[in-house]
Every structure is written in C-alpha cells, then in structure tokens.
C-alpha cells in the first residue's frame, strides 16, 4: 500500500471546516482540486460519487466513481474507489487542537497492480493538489464569519 498524506492547522471550529468539506455544491468556491461531477447527492454511507481530480493546471482533469464508506460528522469523511487491480481510499479527518483550531488531515492509500504502474508518475501532482486543496480550505473556512 502506498500512502499520501497532508495536513494543515485551520483557525476555525472542526464544525466551520466540516461545513465547508461537507457542503460540496460550494466546492466550486474554493476547491481547485477535486471536483463532485453531481454535487446534488449527499454524502451518505453508500452513495456513489462521481469526481474529478485536477492536479494541475497543466494536466487534464482526471474522472473516477467511488463510494462513500464513513461519514462521521465534524470528525471524518472517506470514500473508496475499486477497480480489478487498483483500490483508492481517500480520507479527510478534523482534529480539534485547540479552541476554535482544528487540524485538517487528507490521507489517500492506493493498493493493486494499478496502482504500482502510475502512481510513480502522478505521486508529486497529487501531493502538490491535496496541499494546494488544504490551503484553498484553510483560506475559505478563516474568512467565513458564520457557521
């Protein structure tokens, strides 16, 4: 298995970033990484997404499905995406650090053959689109003045 990882600190309740994570219609507001292709479906046990992943702007967006596995409110979102060969799961976790801070945590572990063949090519693209998506978040969710 192979993982990527980033986090930021936010000055904002786990509750502010939660809103902003959870409410995906407003993604196209701050979130120029991933992309919900029909963000009217909520984030519910089972529901199939259909996303987009933009690394950079030099690439081409990248489309995929996968299945919301854990919605855990203010703590946890995560969804998995599975074809024969690769297996994607994709986490986003808060963590309160202090009063009114919270610690963003965005994981993905990636398994299969699949997965052993490109993730060598795409491993910097992505690290640099899930940091780049921290700090739109961290950007968002300070300036918001109201849950």
Same mark, same amino acid.
């Given at each position: 298995? &192979?993982?990527?990882?980033?986090?930021?600190?936010?000055?904002?309740?786990?509750?502010?970033? @939660?809103?902003?994570?959870?409410?995906?219609?407003? @993604?196209?507001? @701050?979130?120029? %990484?991933? %992309?919900?292709?029909?963000?009217?479906?909520?984030?519910?046990?089972?529901?199939?997404?259909?996303?987009?992943?933009? +690394?950079?702007?030099?690439?081409?967006?990248? #489309?995929?499905?996968?299945?919301?596995?854990?919605?855990?409110?203010?703590?946890?979102? &995560?969804?998995?995406?599975?074809?024969?060969?690769?297996?994607?799961?994709?986490? %986003?976790?808060?963590? #309160?650090?202090?009063?009114?801070?919270?610690?963003?945590?965005?994981?993905?572990?990636?398994?299969?053959?699949? &997965?052993?063949? %490109?993730?060598?090519?795409?491993?910097?693209?992505?690290?640099?689109?899930?940091?780049?998506?921290? +700090?739109?978040?961290?950007?968002?969710?300070?300036?918001?003045?109201?849950?």
């Amino acid at each position: 298995m &192979s993982t990527i990882y980033t986090e930021i600190e936010i000055n904002a309740s786990k509750q502010r970033v @939660w809103q902003a994570l959870y409410q995906k219609e407003d @993604w196209v507001e @701050w979130n120029s %990484f991933l %992309f919900d292709r029909d963000s009217s479906l909520p984030f519910e046990v089972n529901q199939i997404l259909r996303l987009s992943v933009w +690394r950079s702007p030099a690439d081409e967006d990248t #489309e995929f499905q996968a299945i919301v596995k854990v919605v855990q409110p203010a703590v946890c979102l &995560s969804w998995v995406c599975e074809i024969p060969g690769f297996r994607g799961e994709y986490w %986003f976790e808060l963590q #309160e650090i202090g009063e009114g801070r919270t610690k963003y945590i965005h994981r993905e572990e990636f398994s299969g053959w699949i &997965s052993r063949v %490109f993730l060598p090519f795409i491993r910097e693209d992505e690290k640099r689109g899930m940091d780049r998506m921290a +700090r739109e978040l961290k950007g968002y969710v300070e300036k918001l003045k109201v849950l």
